[in-house]
């Protein structure tokens, strides 16, 4: 028996002679957090679409919680938050959320603890027009934490917050999957996801180019790793002669290395001893690897 929540296998979707996804194949665990990536147009709100049972898909099969999108089942196990949340401005915070979750099948009084868990039990019997986006966006996550969903469909949840509103939006992203709801998320926001999801999928033109943990996205790649070390005063020529590698700011040497080249260009490194001061190891980041993936890897 699997966990996997959401299972795609050879999905496709095609309007007329245009193919918004073709052959896509992802599966997404309960307690998951999968990043899904990729430019406007290159697939992600059709898939999102699929999945929510909105449109039907033109080749292969979706399921969500064993259950065909769009059915009572499926969508007694999805939650969606769409990237422009939109609520009755003349609720309030509590009024809002508790149609929610009779809507859901739950009672009334469910919407306070919800309301206090997200941070917002201060701001509860306000009209929901005197709110911020932030706010909002906090209500939305309110709203798909309803009934403990399996699935949880995000599309850009942090778009237009601040930065101690995303973090917050991230923290509750957390507790969904800490209790085993399956979470994607559709951003363009790369470091962000980069340190809060397990997995990233990367479509491009319609097509899975990438599926993988970050780890095992940089091995695939295998893109160069940048040193930069710091050199002790007067030191710098010095450590160039004998490492290779460019130097920045006169004090610094940065060095370019394969990944399986590290630990002997690391090892070199503290055979220099005194001359180096300090050491800064930086593996590819997302957004280079999505260049990569995504085939726009700048030379």
């Known amino acids: 028996m699997t966990d996997d929540v959401l299972i795609v296998e050879g999905l496709g979707k095609s309007h007329g002679p245009v193919t918004a996804l073709a052959d896509v194949d992802l599966r997404l665990a309960a307690g998951q957090r999968l990043a899904l990536l990729g430019h406007n147009g290159a697939g992600k709100t059709t898939l999102i679409k699929l999945a929510l049972g909105l449109i039907a898909p033109s080749a292969g099969r979706i399921t969500v919680a064993g259950a065909r999108p769009g059915s009572r089942a499926a969508r007694a196990a999805t939650a969606y938050l769409p990237e422009a949340v939109a609520f009755h401005a003349s609720l309030t915070g509590r009024e809002q959320l508790a149609l929610f979750a009779r809507l859901a099948g739950e009672p009334a009084r469910a919407a306070g603890p919800l309301l206090e868990r997200v941070g917002l039990a201060h701001a509860a019997d306000r009209r929901i ?13 309110a709203q798909a934490m309803l009934g403990r969903p399996r699935l949880a469909l995000l599309d850009e949840p942090a778009s237009g917050l601040d930065p101690v509103s995303r973090h917050d939006l991230y923290a509750l992203i957390d507790e969904m999957a800490q209790e085993g709801t399956a979470v994607l998320i559709a951003s363009h926001a790369l470091t962000e996801v980069e340190a809060r999801t397990d997995r990233i999928a990367i479509l491009s033109g319609g097509r899975l180019v990438a599926n993988d943990t970050l780890g095992g996205l940089r091995a695939r790649a295998a893109m160069p790793i940048r040193l930069r070390l710091v050199a002790r005063d007067g030191a710098a020529e010095e450590v160039q002669a004998r490492l290779g590698g460019r130097r920045v700011n006169g004090a610094s040497v940065e060095i370019l290395c394969a990944p399986q080249e ?22 590819p980041g997302l957004e280079a690897l999505y260049r990569h993936y995504s085939g726009e890897e700048k030379p």
């Open 262 to 283: 590290k630990m002997d260009t690391l090892g070199r490194i503290a055979a220099l001893g005194p001359l180096v001061a300090d050491l800064e190891v930086t593996p």
């Open 129 to 141: 027009r005197t709110w911020s986006k932030g706010m909002r966006q906090r209500l939305g996550i």
